[in-house]
């Protein structure tokens, strides 16, 4: 198991909401990462993020690991939840928000 | 065979109702006429009982070939014939390119 791997693995695990990305939210640099966030930023709850552009490790063996070859890529309690076409139809049909805001209230929980 | 035709002749495999690839290319920082970016709306019993995720994945797994080599980026709008009739049968529009493809 590569040390990348286990990166990958410790950041799913630590993260309860966590975005995979190109660019930053304030500068995404792809228009796929760019819907994602702005998808996020409606549903009001802080998240994590990782910028692949800085971090061609993570690039190159997340699609490996996650049985899923583009970015952004969605995680949220330890589980894929999708790429962009996925994260966008759930926002319009409203289920990102109630997932985002369960995993965003169960963080909030545990910090008490 | 052009890598739009080789997406098509393999997701027929699905039997699918719909069946639409668009070589969305040029709404980014590639040269003319390339193969790079595309867009697939593919309506399917097959995906019956699938989350989107796996539905997803089986794309991704039929097509690793093309993902491996000149495609760079691969939307799909994947449903089954109830859902595609109950969204009015459109697929949503992908975005322009930002530019920070590498």
Same mark, same amino acid.
């Given at each position: 198991?590569?040390?990348?791997?286990?990166?990958?693995?410790?950041?799913?695990? #630590?993260?309860?909401?966590?975005?995979?990305?190109?660019?930053?939210?304030?500068?995404?640099?792809?228009?796929?990462?760019?819907?994602?966030?702005?998808?996020?930023?409606?549903?009001?709850?802080?998240?994590?993020?990782?910028?692949?552009?800085?971090?061609?490790?993570?690039?190159?063996?997340?699609?490996?690991? +996650?049985?899923?070859? $583009?970015?952004?890529?969605?995680?949220?309690? !330890?589980?894929?939840?999708?790429?962009?076409?996925?994260?966008?139809?759930?926002?319009? @049909? !409203?289920?990102?928000?109630?997932?985002?805001?369960?995993?965003?209230?169960?963080? +909030?929980?545990?910090?008490? | 065979?052009?890598?739009?035709?080789?997406?098509?002749?393999?997701? +027929?495999?699905?039997?699918?109702?719909?069946?639409?690839?668009?070589?969305? =290319?040029?709404?980014? =920082?590639?040269?003319?006429? =390339?193969?790079?970016?595309?867009?697939?709306?593919?309506? =399917?019993?097959?995906?019956?009982?699938?989350?989107?995720?796996?539905?997803?994945?089986?794309?991704? !797994?039929?097509?690793?070939? #093309?993902?491996?080599?000149?495609?760079?980026?691969?939307?799909?709008?994947?449903? $089954?014939?109830? #859902?595609?009739?109950?969204?009015?049968?459109?697929?949503?529009?992908?975005? @322009?390119?930002? !530019?920070?493809?590498?």
């Amino acid at each position: 198991m590569s040390a990348t791997v286990d990166t990958i693995k410790q950041q799913i695990s #630590e993260n309860d909401i966590l975005l995979y990305m190109k660019g930053t939210p304030q500068l995404p640099q792809c228009g796929f990462s760019a819907q994602v966030v702005q998808a996020m930023m409606g549903c009001g709850e802080q998240f994590a993020f990782v910028n692949i552009l800085d971090n061609p490790d993570i690039r190159a063996e997340l699609p490996k690991y +996650a049985n899923w070859p $583009t970015f952004p890529q969605l995680w949220v309690k !330890g589980e894929l939840v999708g790429g962009c076409d996925i994260i966008v139809e759930m926002y319009q @049909n !409203g289920e990102l928000q109630t997932l985002i805001k369960e995993a965003g209230q169960n963080r +909030a929980e545990s910090a008490e | 065979m052009s890598i739009q035709e080789i997406i098509e002749q393999k997701l +027929a495999e699905l039997d699918p109702s719909v069946l639409k690839v668009e070589n969305e =290319s040029h709404k980014h =920082s590639v040269p003319p006429n =390339s193969e790079t970016h595309f867009k697939v709306t593919l309506v =399917s019993a097959a995906f019956e009982q699938f989350s989107q995720v796996k539905r997803h994945q089986r794309i991704y !797994g039929m097509l690793a070939d #093309e993902l491996a080599g000149p495609v760079h980026a691969l939307a799909l709008h994947l449903y $089954t014939p109830e #859902e595609w009739e109950a969204r009015g049968k459109t697929r949503p529009d992908s975005p @322009n390119c930002l !530019g920070g493809g590498e």
